[in-house]
């Protein structure tokens, strides 16, 4: 049960819930501004992006590596531009400024959608919280890409969209919900819209209330994002060519969806991927009224009261979540960051099941909850200082003694107040993910530098670079090292190019994974490997003539 005495502190951050998660965010995010390098492969990549946009003027087309790239609208980098702009943060901090802006937009997005959808401050506050202790949220707030910006347009619209069909009179909600969801296509693609206009439409045929897409301002809201998707087409064509918009229509978003080229994965990742990503609150699972949840009854009574106006705002979150959830697994290309958006959602009703909502009872049986959650944090504090010998490379990790000390002491605590209710222990996660991130972002995740980073490899073929060495690349992710090596690289996967280069050219610099060096049958004897790094999970060679 969640009705104990609840603390002072929850007290006076229930009555600004925004307020409240921002600055518990910012406590999260004090000592990550410049804490680390970047790391393969995105946050490397993103950076040339951004370079090349700012110092050539690629405002339209964003190009990588010298090279039109189709796969990112620009939103995103145009962000970063404005970060830059007008804070002081330089270099590496404009993009890890840009991720903390982005997270804190995407918790005040659903604290909005929360309150929007009918919750009250205490578990818009709660929803908050339970995104700030969530591990893989965490993560991604502290990693430079795109994905939660695009995520809080697609919250925005889903709130207009849903305001616009509680609100049946001037319908103004649904021209800002089709303008977000223009915004959101244009920071990452057409998933931002795919999202909100799927679950409108599954919400409007679960309620009855087809006739309500009848507004006459829903396609005025579809010419509107309309105008700001061909805006950007037309001026790409007009820059670019139309290659590059073919190569977006069909390759980036036909193929990706039907026949992916990239990160295809089987049919159930996202069962087994979600669940991961989704702790240590994959464990209220173990909390859950079990005679209930698969009680016959109960589910025929849902679908009974499902016209009634009172659940609409749960109907929502719970339809936002699953249509999103079976349309993901539906594609051909599965990603695990492709899920940001249904967190919101899912935050929301978790919040509601562990401290009720509308008067009712919690579903979440708190005390069972904090005893599953004590143990995954005692788990982690007693696996932490075997955490090198589970990493199959040579790397020394620092500051594990923080995690076991912080994470042993979490669950702990956990474990003491289990009988307290829900506000105690919400408060014990939220206070153990800060204390966590200390140590983590300024001692922990900076030595996973070297294996983690390509700044090494790509500073040392910067010097060679400098001398006048020729830079080259076989088969590599496209641009991983061109930001930290301050110069386009010529990439091609062709050996018997490669060759020919090396014999055409006095001084090359080259870069290539250590298993194609090893199958290369006609290297030429004039080379000679001068730097190894383990990157991610496979070797770079840099080889020097």
């Known amino acids: ?21 921002l600055f518990i965010l910012f406590l999260q995010s004090i000592f990550t501004m410049d804490y680390r390098s970047l790391w393969f492969s995105d946050e490397v990549r993103y950076a040339d992006v951004y370079t090349q946009m700012t110092n050539a003027g690629h405002w339209l087309v964003m190009y990588l590596n010298g090279v039109a790239y189709p796969d990112k609208p620009p939103v995103y980098f145009w962000f970063l531009s404005l970060i830059d702009t007008i804070t002081p943060a330089d270099g590496i901090s404009v993009f890890f400024l840009g991720s903390a802006l982005s997270a804190a937009f995407f918790l005040l997005s659903t604290v909005a959608l929360a309150r929007t959808l009918g919750c009250g401050r205490k578990t818009s506050l709660a929803t908050g919280l339970v995104l700030l202790s969530n591990i893989f949220f965490i993560g991604i707030a502290h990693y430079s890409r795109m994905d939660l910006l695009f995520g809080s347009f697609i919250l925005w619209a889903n709130i207009c969209l849903f305001k616009g069909f509680q609100d049946r009179g001037s319908g103004k909600n649904f021209l800002w919900a089709f303008g977000f969801m223009g915004i959101a296509t244009l920071t990452k693609g057409p998933l931002g819209l795919v999202f909100p206009l799927l679950t409108a439409a599954c919400f409007l045929i679960w309620k009855g209330k087809l006739k309500l897409i009848r507004n006459k301002k829903i396609l005025i809201g579809l010419g509107i994002m309309l105008a700001i998707l061909l805006a950007w087409v037309v001026g790409a064509i007009l820059v670019d060519g139309t290659s590059f918009i073919h190569n977006i229509f069909y390759k980036q978003i036909y193929q990706r969806a039907v026949s992916s080229f990239h990160h295809e994965e089987p049919f ?11 702790l240590p609150w994959t464990l209220a699972i173990f909390a859950l009224p079990v005679k209930k949840f698969f009680c016959i009854k109960s589910w025929g009574n849902i679908f009974a009261n499902r016209k009634e106006n009172h659940n609409e705002g749960r109907d929502w979150a719970w339809i936002m979540f699953i249509s999103g959830f079976v349309m993901l697994t539906c594609l051909s290309i599965k990603v695990l960051i492709y899920i940001l958006p249904l967190f919101a959602p899912l935050a929301i009703l978790t919040a509601r099941g562990l401290f009720g909502e509308d008067g009712q009872e919690p579903v979440i049986n708190s005390k069972r909850l904090w005893t599953a959650i004590a143990g995954f944090y005692l788990l982690l504090a007693a696996a932490a200082p075997f955490a090198e010998v589970f990493i199959p490379f040579d790397i020394t990790l620092r500051g594990l003694s923080f995690t076991v000390l912080i994470m042993g002491l979490s669950g702990l605590a956990l474990l003491a107040l289990k009988k307290s209710g829900a506000y105690k222990g919400l408060l014990v996660m939220t206070a153990a993910m800060v204390l ?25 073929m910067k010097d ?18 061109s930001y930290y090596a301050g110069t386009d690289i010529y990439e091609t996967s062709d050996l018997k190019e490669i060759e020919k280069i090396l014999a055409e050219k006095d001084d090359v610099i080259l870069v290539m994974q250590k298993k194609y060096y090893d199958r290369w049958k006609n290297r030429p004897d004039d080379i000679k490997v001068i730097h190894e790094q383990f990157i991610s999970d496979r070797p770079y060679l840099l080889i020097k003539k």
Request: aromatic share 18%.
């Open 1 to 21: 049960m969640c009705y104990k005495k609840r603390p002072f502190i929850w007290d006076i951050m229930e009555t600004k819930p925004w307020l409240s998660v």
């Open 268 to 278: 159930q990742y996202y069962l087994i991927a979600f669940p991961l990503a989704w």
């Open 436 to 460: 966590w991130l200390q140590p983590l972002a300024t001692i922990t995740l900076p030595s996973l530098d070297p294996l983690m980073s390509p700044r090494e490899t790509a500073e040392i």
């Open 464 to 481: 060679y670079v400098e001398e006048g060495s020729y830079p080259l690349a076989h088969k590599i992710y496209s641009g991983i090292f």
